[in-house]
């Protein structure tokens, strides 16, 4: 056992004793939790406290001062606008921050391939955000959050999201109808504040699928794959978790906890764009020179480390926007633990898979600056459905599984499977989103989450006494896996057989910029010979 070796083993061994003790120490004599306090719940789940009015009469010292019935009641209208107002302001801003987060995407996924293909990478995160805002606004909304109901958090005026088309019943809901273009009744501020907040999050699991397909990828196949994704694939299955569909409905329609559970979308948002990008990988193949046909694989380093970790950076401040914004209401108190939970699951996925790579000679052997930077997000993405339902302790476990996880994920796609991903996306958001989801099903506490979904009570996991949620989490995956992965892989099959989606190998060889964009993302890379000479 070499000397990092032994260094790692004890201090891994140190870090859980203190880590038990610790634990121990902090939550042997706790009291029951509290009851969560009232305000706006996430994804349209009504407030269970509902709206309470003190009492008529205030007391101060000897003095009794009796408010009239009227004056009582304009105070507590006003009171009910700050609160809403502070709940719209709050989503906006939220969504602003994972608007931002995009661009820490193109940094990641142009830092982890090469500079011959900088502008074509950094177009296709770029454009990918326009492309999903038309879809969104055509059809993606409309299927994913027709039938969503009101949103008491953000005063009710959802109310014109009402209606879904079911099979068997209301249980079994499979898209929305309200909302095409946004007309008619969901001309509205309250749906017009979900729209925004949402699309975010679907040009999100868009961005993604553009990593695993970089350095190949025709400009023109892309831009059909988009409008695929965000005005379909991804709504649908949406729809189903979010949306009022059939998974939500899980609890009551087969007693499986609160149904299917996702805070802020390790499934719904990062494991279809990682399924996705599993999918759009196989279909269109390594990239030239990754395989050696005696089955040694060969590196191929990205142009700039800088790039990338400064786009790791940008993600984690937006990622405080994509979890704890997905209560839709700046006056839930909740926003601050989910925030906590999100910070310590990025941190010790970082370390955990910067370790994992230091420990392991024939994969890394060092600490791997990229590794490192997949395994900080690899704990964000894990981190990312049960954050609001899970302690602090939780969420150290959750990250640093998924530190580990997205190493022997990679390792394994990379060198068994020969699926070339430039930049791991599958095994950064598809392995470990769907971790996520079983983590919720496994460590959800019961502090939070009263008639999520419609179920009396909180939201439980099986280690706290509810084995139903986690078989509510576990129908989810294999949902995901058929819907998000089958999905993109028929789509994907089928425009490579008409129209073909990967580039010559003579432009794959040059670099996409050129031949593709019509730029260089560096104008040093242009070859001579394309400069116009000076008369």
Known sequence: MGNITRLLV?????????????????????????????????????????????????????ATVKLDQQTLQ????????????????????????????????????TGFTRAKNAAHTMMMNFVIFAIGGVAWFATGFALMFGGLGAVSALGGGTAALNHIVTIGGADWGIFGTKGWFLGGQTYDVGVMAVWFFQLVFMDTAGTIVTGAMAERWKFSAFIVYSFFMAGFLYPMFGNWAWGGGWLSHLGSSMSLGHGYVDFAGSGVVHSVGGLSALAGAMVIGPRIGKYNRDGTVNTIPGHSLVLAIMGVFILLFGWLGFNAGSTLAGTELRISSVIVNTVIASCTGLLAAMFTAWAWKGAWGKPDPGMSCNGMLAGLVAITAPSGFVAPWAAFVIGAVAGVLVCVSYRIVDTKLRIDDPVGAFSVHGACGLWGVIALGLFADGTYGPGWNGITGTVTGLFYGDAGQLGAQLIGVVTLIVWAFGGTFLFMKVQDRLFGIRVSAETEIAGLDLPEVGASGYHDMIPAASIPAVS
Do not use: I, M, R
Request: proline share 8%; net charge negative.
């Open 10 to 62: 004890v201090t891994t061994l140190v870090l859980t004793a203190v880590f038990a003790v610790g634990y121990l120490t902090a939550y042997a004599d706790d009291p029951p939790p509290l009851p969560p306090p009232c305000g706006g719940h996430a994804k349209g789940a009504a407030d269970p406290c509902g709206d309470k009015t003190g009492s008529s009469t205030d007391v101060t010292g000897d």
């Open 74 to 109: 304009a105070v507590a209208d006003q009171a009910g606008k700050d609160k809403v107002a502070a709940n719209f302001v709050w989503t906006l801003l939220a969504g602003a921050l994972v608007l931002f987060f995009q661009s820490g995407f193109a940094l990641v996924e």
